[in-house]
């Protein structure tokens, strides 16, 4: 018999044949195991606990060797970063006989804090569906017809409808003749008029007058976060709103880690895509109660999302956006059944709408920023930035309109981060660094208080200060470069060098303490000098993108600059600014367009024009490749500054009276390259 | 604990609660027990022998009271027909504890011989569903855009196709891409034009070039039998043809009993839907495996049937179809996925056309055989009869075309037949009398030779000689009018009478002995004064809804006659005049169309246009409603004479030196006054 694995505090089991990683084990069992690189042995997410000995409550013994031997991945893990005692990496430790595994609480996937809101915007108001009352004819055994041809001809006479197309689900059609003899010759029916389809439909049907409405979803499917809008079809109100965790996640946090799920897991695909259509069923479920409808008055859902998040919710293997040339099996907006997306949740016979993608690296979610912010219908030149894992560029005006993607990678939400963590009570998002004490404050997710206020250690006791997440980390390093902590190269600074005792020695580098819990068995919050590389890479691929269109439309600064994402609604243009993420601009022309994707998506779904105004528009949207780009390369190793651009930093520099300490002699390259560039 | 039901010889077991009938049982456990009325007490066809004692193998004991006693149903049918021994009815014996049942042989349903075969008809090639081999452009980053979109392109350059309106399923999306690749950028697509569709669909794809063919099944979903033919889709042979029995027949074996059972048992209709569905899927991998193909290479499925299987099929409730004014849901024809009817056996993107009913009695089946006959198009008046369990009739010529549905019932059939059986071995199906001697000889099904011939008894000891199929009981009816055996009124003569001893008393009327093999401890099988009655009333339901149509059109005779269905195939045409089931013809202007409906499905599998051809004819055909119609009621109980016409009758006696006995004052009566009528 294979050995059996028990995993605490869930306690789920099963048995594994010996070999399987932990990993493997506790995914097949839905154990709330985190992965960030989907099983690689890179992030080191997945760490876990084995119990030795007797355990009569499980009735099984563990012996020493019931893992396999701690491995060179584990080794060099370590080495470098320290492995608790006690632990292992489940990607990597596999199971040899019966065992009992810990997941320990910095190893589960914590339900996330969902930020994305529907931001208020007027949209016209002209969906696909809308509700129809009839009266019908009576049959006539003299003039037999059916009663569909009758009700086709009802709905021809009474609202002049073409209904020379009309298509109806079998299901529907047998709520026909029982709505028309209780509703005594009179229905009302939900009839869906697509913008591009051919063919009328009738998604639902009631005797006499239905008093209820008809609602739509609008999804914004992320990589990590699956952010629904309940929109009221009648007169758009957004009437709930609701977020849950992308479960993908546990198959790989990145997106290019979920296409390499699927290449090393045949079948990888399907589980990924069952995944995410249950959580989204789950989520219409939830928001229907949150907005106090039933489930079956929900008849429309537009999603928008990344290419690779729009193959696995259509169930195609997204190996192709994994390579050149980043083939989409299609790239046009889509028109389907809900029930072809397994969506049982809402009313079976919903249609649902996705946007149109743009290229393989740039999907749905571009389109649908493209629909709610209008560039192409822009007077001036806007640059507009998304922000998520990948971050989607889009410059131009009425004229013309460039795109590209540039993978900015997860660092901007806190992972790849020493003290990272995703944005959930216990993070620390906002911080402030005094240029002359270099002493921080700061505040953490579900307090309002800044950490020098009264009353904020009971209020940080309730969530313990956990981490630091994505706001928090480009705050940091923004706030270290004006305090003078951190030169224009990147470098940290040492305690002598910069006169305060928050600089600690890490190995031949420095980090700079943040919060200091170990005193009570807390986290040490530090910010080290990997942390700053590797927001440096993040900030460098998203300004080389932003400026590789520049290049692209021969321009050497933009009008105006729209932040929209989590980047836009929880990141301050001004340490943006400091941080070089985003290139000259004034500062008063930086605006924060909150979830654009999401709006888009709203768009989409109260407006048949938006659909095929948007599909005309990504057609006229000229993509800009990153990946094949020399230029691309140029200016990334260009931007690795802090700051590279001059303008802001020196009106920053006049704001804060920031000093401009160097380091170390080599670190002022990238800036001083890039200067001479541009002069 | 509910009452443990053992049924034997399946062996088949349940429990039910107290009170539950004993045909609801074995329904509900799938047990092979007949029922030609759907448990309305009225066929006896369910008999069963329940079994008392001790058994030890079923770990049962059974109590004399473990059914419910005797009741006044089984009495009178025990008074009238007699009852064997032991034996009870099924559907009014209910359980009342444990308890073992036997099904005799005679109460199991056989499987029936199925004699609908395909016809020999030109077909003009023009399937809605065509293969193309296509070469698509390669994907290129810098002008980025999905696999299918240039799929799309290079059908329209290369096969002119207008794919402004492509459509597939996310199923069939997904081959693309892998197809793409391993064609080396060429693919087959299986691409389905409907004549009535918007949009075109591709079904399927294969890499390069595909060897392969594309099939279509045209299927008679009759109420008694599903038939179906394979046919090419490229040059329409049909390349395998295969019939099951519709598994409805366990829920009654007319289309109103179906009815009734849904009534009846809320529930009933998805039952019988799935039932039918089961049944269709087993048919479609038998007749692959009979064509040597692979089942999804069936892309095309053709239904033709009558309205209440239209709806049962369609999973819609049939019961207003019960009842005036016989209205249907849908009257159109219907162009759907294979997968809304769980039609998972063939290609799961197949294509179902199904033809459009002309009224709530008058189905898709009559459409077909409008399609396949084309009264429409005649240049002279032509009858088209098309018997099943109903008859379909239709009148007309390139003017104008009537039609009408009679219940004519099972008695065709063999139902409602004292030593009645279906078309199954050993069921007499031909049957000749002799003028002179009075005595019979006849054809059993299963063997060549006629019962005088050498060698009879050996071969018909294969099968044994176990009733009378409904062309048997037609023939035995008109050859016992022939020669003298039974007057004009429906009369059987006395021994004395006739002056032969085959007559045998029955209560106060007569039966004649067509075989007796009681000695053998075989069956008696004779025609009673009941079967020429049963007999009567259907084809004076058939006489009379021939007659209202040509009164409809003012007229008194036809040009021609063509019959159709079981009827025409296996009811000559001699026997049909001398009974007068159709009205005055010369003989030599009667032909049997075959299947006809059959036929109509195939030329709708092959040929677009003909689908979009009967459609229109159908709006053109004229429905007379035969239940509302008190001249139907008329004519009727004038056509209740054998024979009532006169023509057929004088030519038939020249041909047989026909005697015209009566033997009984008022049985002329009905011939009187048909004669009077149109005299």
Known sequence: MDPLVIFTPSGKRGRFPVGTPVLTAARQLGVDLDSVCGGRGICSKCQ???????????????????????????????????LKKGRRLGCQATVQSDIVIDVPPESQVHKQVVRKAATVRDITMDPATRLYYVEVAEPDMHTPSGDLERLAVALSEQWQIDTANLRLDLPVLSKLQPALRKGQWAVTVALHQGHNDRHERILDIWPGYFEGRLYGLAIDLGSTTIAAHLCDLRNGDVVASAGVMNPQIRFGEDLMSRVSYVMMNPGGD???????????????????????????????????????????????????LGQAPFALATSDSMSLDARELGLTAINPAARVY??????????????????????????????????????????????????????????????????????????????????????????????????????????????????????????????????GLVDAGGLIGSAEQTGTPRMIPEGRTHSYVLF???????????????????????????????????????????????????????????????????????????????????????????????????????????????AIEPRFQEHFVAANAIPHATAPFRL????????????????????????????
Chains 1, 2 share one sequence.
């Open 354 to 483: 996705i946007l149109p993608c743009i290229a393989g690296h740039v999907g749905a979610d571009c389109a649908a920023v493209a629909l709610s912010e209008e560039p192409n219908k822009s007077e001036d030149l806007v640059l507009i930035v998304d922000v998520g894992t990948n971050a989607e560029i889009l410059l131009g005006d009425k004229r013309r309109v460039l795109a590209c993607s540039s993978p900015t990678g997860p660092a901007f939400e806190g992972a790849q981060i020493s003290s990272g963590q995703r944005a959930a009570p216990g993070a620390i998002e906002r911080v402030e660094i005094d240029p002359v004490t270099k002493e921080p404050r700061f505040k953490v997710i579900g307090s309002d208080l800044w950490s020098s206020d009264d009353g904020f250690a009971e209020a940080a006791a309730v969530t313990g200060i956990t981490g630091i997440c994505g706001s928090g980390i480009i705050e940091a390093v923004a706030e270290m470069r004006a305090a």
């Open 270 to 320: 399907a589980e990924m895509t069952g995944a995410v259509r249950e959580a989204i069923n789950t989520l219409a479920f939830e928001i229907s109660a949150e907005g106090g409808i039933e489930p079956a008055q929900i008849v429309e859902t537009v999603f928008v999302c990344n290419p690779v998040m729009h193959h696995l919710l259509l169930g195609i293997d997204p190996v192709e």
């Open 516 to 626: 200091d819990g170990t005193a009570d068995g807390g986290p040490l919050i530090s910010v080290t000098q990997g942390d700053i590389r590797a927001i440096q890479l993040a900030k460098s691929a998203l300004y080389a993108g932003a400026r590789l269109l520049m290049d692209e439309l021969g321009v050497d600064t933009v009008d105006r600059v729209v932040l929209a994402g989590a980047f836009g609604a929880h990141i301050s243009p001004k340490h943006a600014m400091i941080l070089g993420m985003i290139p000259d601009c004034p500062l008063e022309k930086v605006t924060s367009a909150g979830n654009a994707a999401g709006t888009g998506a709203r768009i989409a779904l109260c407006n048949r024009a938006a659909r095929a105004e948007i599909e005309e528009t990504v057609h006229q949207i000229h993509k800009v490749e990153t």
């Open 48 to 82: 876990i606990t084995p119990s030795y000995g007797e355990f009569s409550k499980h009735g099984v013994t563990v012996a020493d060797t019931a893992l396999s031997e701690w491995n060179s991945v584990e080794d060099r893990y370590d080495r470098v970063r320290g």
């Open 652 to 679: 920053l520099r006049a704001l804060v009276d920031l000093p401009n300490p160097s380091f170390n002699a080599n670190s002022g390259d990238g800036d001083g390259r890039r200067r001479r560039r541009r002069g």
